[in-house]
């Protein structure tokens, strides 16, 4: 029996250390697994171009793409690349496509009038589309308000495969280790951090924070926890593999998800934390801000501790999560059962048995 064909596009995003594993990368994964035939092309989230020809260039390419490959089953991650998919369908070059929103914001870009042409062209990804996956519920909510209807809706979180993420034994897990995966760009979120180690480790002193990531912000990190006394207690690991930042994630007693809210960061509000989803199918309880939408899943389930973006808050789910630790247990249990829940491996296989007319095993 023929394999029908998969052709799946999106923006990756690269720093000095590399590629960072994105939604992109856990779909290649699955499909791989699943050993489905599929085309992945990706385009730099960052480029030297100007936006516009970057953008007239990527649609082209794609369409281009299209045309030799002749998919059966297209998905584009953004609009632009979903919008793409919305063409050759028009032309009958593809089959059914999927827009995959793996985040929104009302306000992308400062600019106006280029604001207002993403937000038409999500809106045309998601009238046209076959169907829209969405990485929160909070943007589901959004879908229904924009009058999609709810069979083309499908909630496709920022799930990691739960095979993939390393459990380990209580005895193998480091009692003062706190995991931070972040990249390295936004001050208030770390002063907010920084605060609170420092006060926390008055009463806990052989506690550490390992923060994994890179990014602009590092030199003046470094600084300020040189300037703050914190050099024994904040280690910087820069950016690592996938593999190797599991295992080191495993090996915490707790992670932090910290994010702020703001004009400049608005996309936080729709966004579900890949990070905190990871953390979790570690089996690592997280202290996470109520600002993304993956909160409300860690408040549901109990997995760790939701707080304002508040010293205080931050400070005292520490101390709760490090000292009691029927508690810690407890979160941890209920860590696993959200992860195991949320494993994207179930929810691709209930999505792609749906499209069985188009993605044969």
Sequence with gaps: MKKNKILLVSHVYHTKSGFVYGPVNVIEDYLKNKKKEYKLVKYPLVSKFPLIVKSIYEVLNTFFVGLQYKADLFIGIDPLNAFSGVILKKLHIIKKT??????????????????????????????????????????????????????????VPNSPRFSDCTRLPENRINKNQIVMVTGLTHSPVFDLVLKSIKIVTQKIPGLKLVVIGTGPYQDKL???????????????????????????????HLALAIYSFSKEYSWVYY???????????CGVPVIITDVVGTSADVERYKSGIVIKFNTNELINAIEKLVQD?????????????????????????????????????
């Design 98 to 155: 999927i827009f995959y929103c793996v985040d929104y914001t009302p306000t992308r870009f400062k600019n106006k009038f280029v604001n207002s042409v993403y937000l038409w062209m999500d809106q045309i990804c998601a009238n046209n589309s076959d169907e829209v996956w969405n990485v929160s519920m909070r943007i589901m909510n959004l879908r229904k308000e924009q009058g999609i209807s709810k069979e083309r809706i499908k909630y």
């Design 222 to 252: 470094i600084n300020k926890i040189q300037k703050i006394g914190l050099d024994n207690n904040i280690e910087l690991l820069g950016q690592l593999e996938n593999k190797k930042l599991l295992k080191k994630v495993a090996e915490s």
């Design 271 to 281: 966004g579900d934390s890949k990070k905190a989803r990871e953390y979790l199918a």
């Design 325 to 361: 630790d029927k508690l810690w247990k407890k979160s941890r249990s209920n860590a696993i059962k959200l992860a195991r829940d949320y494993d994207i491996d179930l929810i691709l296989d209930n999505i792609f048995s749906m499209n069985s007319n188009y993605i044969r095993p």
